[in-house]
C-alpha cells in the first residue's frame, strides 16, 4: 500500500498520512493559501498550479518534492496548531 510506505518514508502514522490528506481536500478553496507565489498560482478551481514559462518542462522530481513539502508543513500544523 503506498500510503504505508508514505508514511515510513516520513517517520509518521498511516492515520496521520489519511487525516493531512484529507483535511487538504476537504478544506474550501478559500481557505487554500498560496505558500509560494513565485511558483505557484491560485487556478480557477481553486488548486494550487505550478507557474512556468512557455515551453518550460516540469519534472515529476519537482513535483514531488514540492508535494513533500507541503505534507511536511500540513504534518506540523497538525502536530503543533497555530494558536488563536
Known amino acids: 500500500m503506498e500510503a504505508k510506505t508514505l508514511a515510513a518514508r516520513?517517520?509518521?502514522?498511516l492515520k496521520?498520512?489519511?487525516?493531512?490528506a484529507l483535511r487538504r481536500e476537504i478544506?474550501?478553496?478559500a481557505e487554500i493559501g498560496n505558500p509560494d507565489p513565485e511558483k505557484f498560482?491560485?487556478?480557477p478551481l481553486g488548486f494550487l498550479v505550478l507557474k512556468r514559462k512557455p515551453g518550460e518542462r516540469i519534472a515529476l522530481d519537482m513535483v514531488?518534492?514540492?508535494q513533500n513539502q507541503l505534507?511536511?508543513?500540513?504534518l506540523q500544523r497538525?502536530?503543533?496548531p497555530p494558536q488563536a
Do not use: F, W
Not at 496521520?16 to 493531512?20: G, P, R
Open 10 to 13: 516520513r517517520k509518521t502514522t
Open 16 to 20: 496521520a498520512v489519511v487525516e493531512s
Open 27 to 29: 478544506r474550501p478553496a
Open 41 to 43: 498560482e491560485v487556478g
Open 64 to 66: 514531488q518534492a514540492i
Open 71 to 74: 505534507d511536511v508543513e500540513d
Open 78 to 80: 497538525a502536530i503543533h
